[in-house]
């Protein structure tokens, strides 16, 4: 892989970390400042880059040759992606375009409508969207990985189509929520299985979004809507659908934020997850300095954490760094070389 020079050790590494093979690891994705991968992520949803497959996939491309020659732990992954809140174009919705993506408006007044909701592979922006996962997989090939973009499923599917009022039909309208769940997971599981008719395996697993590898057919799940939530509620009406939905793929990796951790006992009711990244909100408590206090609920779970170089540094050297953990490391490292230096030591831990 051109962007990625040691691809061989790094899915080596991967592969003993989420599949649980060898505990007690320690590995680090280093961002680089100006090339983050959250910045990449904007910049690739901005509206003037995001009409046009080729302009979008470029724009990952310039990212990856900065850090072209970076011996981390992650894998440089295009994700070819309108953004977390286009997902309601796929059923019709009016769609505009903002900073960080496509934006589709509320097509439902409340969830009951979701019944008379269709979707079409062949036309409009659902046909888009598959046809950008297979321009993004051919042109990635022998450069880069490629990822499916992030799933919608269960209520973060009924947000998008419904908007915020969605919270009180978990109230008000549980049957109907559950019918949409069921809806809502045939939708995707059909989504993911379409891109990945373009894309390749590697090492018998997928690249995916936060740019790892994972093992088999694994998908990446998110509860990001949940976060509004008692754990009461999550465990009546999302659990069982999340597990469905993992069930249907075998394993699966479960992306969250800090201002969910109040979920994640339930969370690890989840059978067949490889791994959690909980990824930090500004507004919310970071997690490195809980860290111990979340493998407390998480057990042996390999984990994706954020940090910065200083906390990785010091907790490098004087031997504290909690391990079973890839340490996303977002703030600190002015160049590649400097980003080696410190995976030497990552790698020597």
């Not at 509320?106 to 297979?134: M, N, S, V």
Request: hydrophobic share 40%.
């Amino acid at each position: 892989m051109h962007f990625k020079k040691n691809l061989p050790e790094t899915v080596a590494r991967n592969r003993d970390f989420w599949i649980g093979e060898a505990s007690g690891m320690v590995l680090a994705k280093i961002e680089i400042e100006g090339d983050s991968v959250l910045d990449m992520w904007v910049d690739a949803l901005s509206p003037q880059v995001i009409s046009d497959p080729d302009t979008m996939f470029q724009r990952y491309v310039r990212n990856f040759k900065a850090r072209e020659f970076l011996l981390d732990d992650a894998i440089p992954t295009a994700r070819p992606s309108f953004g977390s809140s286009a997902y309601g174009a796929f059923f019709g919705a009016d769609v505009q375009f903002g900073a960080t993506g496509a934006y589709a408006r509320p097509i439902l007044p409340d969830i009951r409508g979701f019944t008379e909701l269709r979707y079409d592979f062949t036309t409009g922006w659902l046909k888009r969207q598959i046809d950008t996962a297979r321009y993004f997989a051919e042109q990635a090939r022998g450069l880069c990985g490629v990822s499916i973009v992030e799933t919608m499923d269960n209520l973060n599917l009924a947000e998008n189509l419904v908007g915020s009022r969605i919270y009180l039909d978990l109230v008000d309208r549980p049957r109907e929520i559950l019918e949409f769940f069921d809806f809502a997971l045939d939708f995707n599981t059909r989504l993911i299985k379409a891109q990945r008719e373009h894309h390749d395996r590697h090492a018998g697993g997928y690249f995916d979004i936060h740019e790892i590898w994972v093992p088999g057919d694994t998908i990446w799940l998110s509860i990001d809507a949940w976060n509004l939530v008692s754990p009461e509620v999550f465990r009546r009406y999302a659990l069982h659908h999340i597990q469905t939905s993992i069930n249907s793929f075998g394993t699966a990796w479960l992306h969250m934020h800090n201002q969910g951790l109040h979920l994640l006992e339930d969370v690890m009711r989840l059978k067949n997850l490889v791994g959690i990244g909980i990824l930090d909100d500004p507004t919310e408590p970071r997690c490195f300095p809980r860290l111990r206090k979340i493998q407390e609920t998480t057990g042996g779970m390999p984990l994706q954490i954020n940090c910065t170089r200083q906390e990785l540094e010091k907790g490098l050297q004087e031997g504290s760094l909690p391990r079973n953990v890839m340490y996303w490391v977002d703030k600190g490292v002015r160049t590649v070389e400097e980003a080696n230096l410190i995976m030497k030591r990552v790698l020597e831990y």
